[in-house]
Nanobody
Framework: QVQLVESGGGLVQPGGSLRLSCAAS????????MGWYRQAPGKQRELVAA???????NYADSVKGRFTISRDSAKNTVALRMNSLKPEDTAVYYC??????????????WGQGTQVVVSS
């Protein structure tokens, strides 16, 4: 059983910073990609940033230059550093991973979500 556990959300003022972390655990053979999605009220879930096992990184246009994704393959973790936060960044942030289990096929896995609120 694979699990993703997130931490680091909260309330921050506009212009502030937050760091989200996510750790994958369980019977994993290989993690092909990890990343972050977000969902604001009334909107669809959208990709924020993702990083592959080969180090390729993809950012949403709306966060380029403000957010930085990083991954520690040895610890099976991914982090998202968010700077210059704006009210429109308010959303529930979900950790995502594409994982091949030891006894299971490659599949998508999601964390439980962590709330980020940007407000004065």
């Amino acid at each position: 059983q694979v699990q993703l556990v997130e931490s680091g959300g909260g309330l921050v003022q506009p212009g502030g910073s937050l760091r989200l972390s996510c750790a994958a655990s369980g019977s994993m053979f290989s993690i092909y990609a990890m990343g972050w999605y977000r969902q604001a009220p009334g909107k669809q879930r959208e990709l924020v940033a993702a990083i592959t096992s080969g180090g390729r990184i993809n950012y949403a246009d709306s966060v380029k230059g403000r957010f930085t994704i990083s991954r520690d393959s040895a610890k099976n973790t991914v982090a998202l550093r968010m700077n210059s936060l704006k009210p429109e960044d308010t959303a529930v942030y979900y950790c995502y991973a594409l994982i091949r289990g030891i006894t299971t096929a490659t599949d998508d896995y999601w964390g439980q979500g962590t709330q980020v609120v940007v407000s004065s």
